[in-house]
């Protein structure tokens, strides 16, 4: 990092990046948005901003991540009903991830354009890895209780939740396939998933 930067300087243009970044990325998407937009609006060199983050597509990133764990907390007050209720809770929790994806202008730049081809490409492969696997963190514990109590079938849960992160790949076809029959398409998925899930008998 630059030596002109006091500590605290340091973790100021950082926060400073990351709220002026969601703005712009939020409004002109990660194409549009330049280095130079991100730069200007935080009050630093073109320069500096490669000694805080390696490229656009990594600020990019990690305003993504802080999103999405805000996401998964704000989803996490259905926990109680998926003990109550393991179809009707899996169902909520989905149908209302995929509903805040759908209000948020940051995910719906990231599922447009090919967007999340470009990270992929720019990124390294750890990196992208380590995300999918925090997609769905939290509801991986729900799982395994629900395997417990006999509720939920006998599945890898890893397995499990990469059937519930494959769910949002969709969206990356939401365009190609059209937007009623996508949505009506999308909900019945999430049905025949949940379904399959949970054993027979349980909340049907």
Excluded: W
Aim: hydrophobic share 35%; net charge negative; glycine share 6%.
């Amino acid at each position: 990092m630059p030596g002109g930067f006091t500590e605290e300087e340091k973790e100021q243009i950082i926060m400073d990046l990351i709220e002026e970044g969601t703005k712009l990325f939020s409004i002109y998407g990660l194409k549009k948005t330049t280095i130079r937009d991100l730069t200007k609006a935080v009050g630093i060199s073109q320069g500096s901003f490669y000694n805080f983050f390696n490229s656009k597509e990594e600020l990019y990133f990690k305003i993504l991540d802080i999103e999405g764990q805000k996401l998964r907390q704000d989803l996490m007050k259905y926990a109680e009903l998926v003990q109550k209720d393991p179809r009707k809770g899996l169902k909520k929790i989905l149908l209302e991830a995929y509903t805040s994806l759908e209000k948020n202008d940051l995910f719906k730049d990231l599922f447009s354009e090919n967007t999340y081809e470009l990270l992929v490409r720019k990124l390294p492969e750890e990196k992208i890895d380590k995300h999918i696997k925090m997609d769905f963190s939290e509801i991986k514990p729900l799982i395994k209780e629900g395997q417990e109590k006999d509720i939920i079938k006998n599945k890898n849960p890893e397995a499990i939740t990469g059937i519930l992160h494959s769910l949002f790949f969709i969206t990356l076809h939401k365009d190609d396939i059209g937007e009623k029959a996508f949505n009506n398409s999308f909900k019945l998925l999430i049905d025949l998933i949940v379904d399959g899930l949970v054993k027979d008998g349980e909340n049907k």
